[in-house]
């Protein structure tokens, strides 16, 4: 059930087109792409759910499509054995279409539906299923527009009150998020998982949308895959097959120089646990050598931090950092480097912005800009830069190269990558929930892993050092970033999925890219569930 054809991330309406044009012009009945939906939404209840959990599930229906699928889910987890409790957030005699019919379906197998016509029976029928420790949001999907009201706001009310006491799934989108836009106007479910259909929607990837689930699925139901291979879209969801296409295996004769040089410039006083995590991230993703350039007074630190690693003692300036006068050291007629990765813990003094700018202005290997490298340029210097580069800001750093707010930034993330990403062969990546890559002429590439216990210093850092690595390696700038994000945002997912914890450090997120290479390799073939 799990789609092979690229993940488009569509709007609302956008889905709506596609589930048109299959009914009219390909003569796939509407009915059937119910049929389908529910099917593949209980197959995934059932492959994620213990028994335990999902003996007696409640599933509150609204009185569309969505709340049609959420009749069809009930029905085949009761054919499977399950008692399942089923309300209805109207009349029974409202129902009109495919949703009625899947209503009837259910009702000749035996399954009760209760009527939540007014507030005192929607009240009743949550009480009634106050045991349950699996409940089903099928209430509004991506057709709900505006702030939900009445009964349909009291359903919602009354899921959100069940967070931490059972799980909670949602069909095709948490009722009460904008589908085309991930704007949340007045409440919405918070869920646990959701099961789309078909393909993404804007709104999983965008806040504030995105913060009102946990874990996505997303499912094929039978749609033609010529309409979903061509859908209007100027975004994708990566997947674990983008990742393994891009990540192409070493061959049998590979040595340390066939896999590439690449030179870290990171770190000052105070800040070499930057520099470090950088270059052993580097290490990790397999660059065939690393070399790190540090101010001379640190080289002690630098030189017992990462083994694999060979450092160049550089001039420092007067605060322990990088100075101007270290470029022409560390960029001779005899320079091997394939890539280059810069700003991590670098400082603000005079003199580094300095080398910052020179490096962007003369070098020509693929360039990371990361950390305080992003604080020294401006979008007309990197619009400048004939050779290829990737900049990885948080929302922070993009409002200051862009003079805004991370309000502002966060509000149009597409957007803005584009802007930082140009016209030219430059890369960006706007970091956060969610990761945006970007780079002219191509989808965006939105990434699905990741998880909020990466939320502690030094991620950044890993990431830079991460993209470098692959850089170095001769995977081309937009996919040696995307590729990057999805790898780093897996090892983290790997390692909470392991220990259950809701914090992971940057060291322990390093350790685990290996692991999360091999998920991909693994997995490439069957797309698992990306939370």
């Not at 874990?215 to 097959?241: H, Q, T, Y």
């Not at 105070?270 to 995590?277: E, F, R, V």
């Not at 700018?357 to 990371?368: A, F, G, Y």
């Not at 001769?474 to 945002?489: D, K, R, S, T, Y």
Request: aromatic content about 6%; hydrophobic content about 45%; charged content about 20%.
């Amino acid at each position: 059930m799990y789609p092979v054809y690229p993940w488009r991330i569509v709007s609302g309406r956008e889905m709506a087109e596609i589930d048109r044009c299959a009914i009219e012009k390909h003569g796939i009945g509407g009915l059937f792409l119910m049929e389908q939906a529910g099917k593949g939404i209980a197959e995934g209840m059932l492959a994620s759910f213990s028994p335990a959990c999902l003996r007696g599930a409640a599933i509150i229906c609204g009185k569309g499509n969505n709340g049609g699928d959420g009749f069809v889910v009930a029905r085949y987890l009761a054919r499977e054995g399950y008692r399942v409790r089923v309300g209805l957030v109207g009349q029974g005699t409202e129902l009109k279409g495919d949703a009625l019919l899947q209503y009837r379906r259910l009702v000749a197998e035996g399954v009760p539906v209760e009527e939540c016509g007014d507030s005192a029976a929607l009240r009743r029928f949550f009480e009634s299923a106050g045991d349950s420790r699996l409940f089903v949001d099928a209430l509004l999907g991506t057709g709900g527009r505006g702030a939900p009201t009445g009964l349909i706001a009291e359903a919602i009310a009354s899921l959100n009150r069940l967070a931490g006491q059972a799980a909670i799934v949602s069909v095709d989108i948490p009722s009460g998020v904008d589908g085309d836009t991930g704007r949340v106007e007045g409440d919405a479910v918070r869920a646990d998982w959701v099961y789309t259909l078909g393909l993404p929607k804007i709104g999983h990837v965008l806040p504030p949308g995105l913060n009102y689930y946990r874990k996505l699925a997303v499912l094929d139901i039978g749609f033609p895959p010529a309409l979903m291979e061509n859908a209007e879209s100027d975004a994708v969801l990566l997947s674990a097959r983008d990742i393994n296409r891009w990540m192409v295996p070493r061959n049998q004769s590979a040595h340390k120089g066939s896999e590439g040089h690449l030179l870290v410039l990171a770190g000052s006083r105070g800040m070499t646990g930057a520099a470090l995590l950088c270059a052993r991230a580097a290490v990790k993703m397999g660059a065939g050598l690393v070399t790190a350039a540090c101010p001379e007074p640190l080289f002690p630190i630098y030189a017992s931090g990462v083994w694999e690693m060979l450092t160049i003692p550089v001039p420092a300036t007067p605060s322990g950092g990088l100075a101007a006068e270290s470029f022409d050291r560390l960029f001779g007629p005899e320079v091997r480097y394939k890539a280059v990765v810069m700003g991590p813990g670098l400082g603000r003094d005079a003199s580094t912005q300095e080398l910052i700018r020179r490096v962007v202005r003369e070098i020509e290997q693929p360039l990371v800009l990361d950390g305080d490298a992003l604080a020294a340029i401006s979008p007309a210097l990197l619009d400048e830069r004939l050779f290829p580069w990737v900049a990885t800001p948080h929302p922070g750093e993009m409002a200051r190269l862009f003079q805004t707010t991370a309000d502002m930034v966060q509000a149009d993330r597409f957007g803005f990558a584009r802007r930082l990403a140009g016209s030219g062969s430059g890369v960006a990546v706007l970091k956060g929930a969610k990761t945006v890559t970007a780079q002219a002429g191509r989808p965006l590439a939105v990434n699905p892993t990741g998880n909020p216990a990466m939320a502690s210093g030094g991620m950044g850092d890993v990431l830079a050092g991460t993209v470098g690595a692959l850089l170095a390696r001769g995977i081309p700038p937009f996919e040696a970033a995307a590729a990057g994000v999805f790898l780093h945002g897996l090892a983290a997912d790997l390692l909470v999925g392991e220990t259950g914890t809701e914090v992971v450090t940057a060291g322990e997120v390093l350790n685990r890219l290996p692991n999360a290479l091999r998920r991909v390799r693994e997995e490439s073939g069957s797309p698992r569930l990306w939370g």
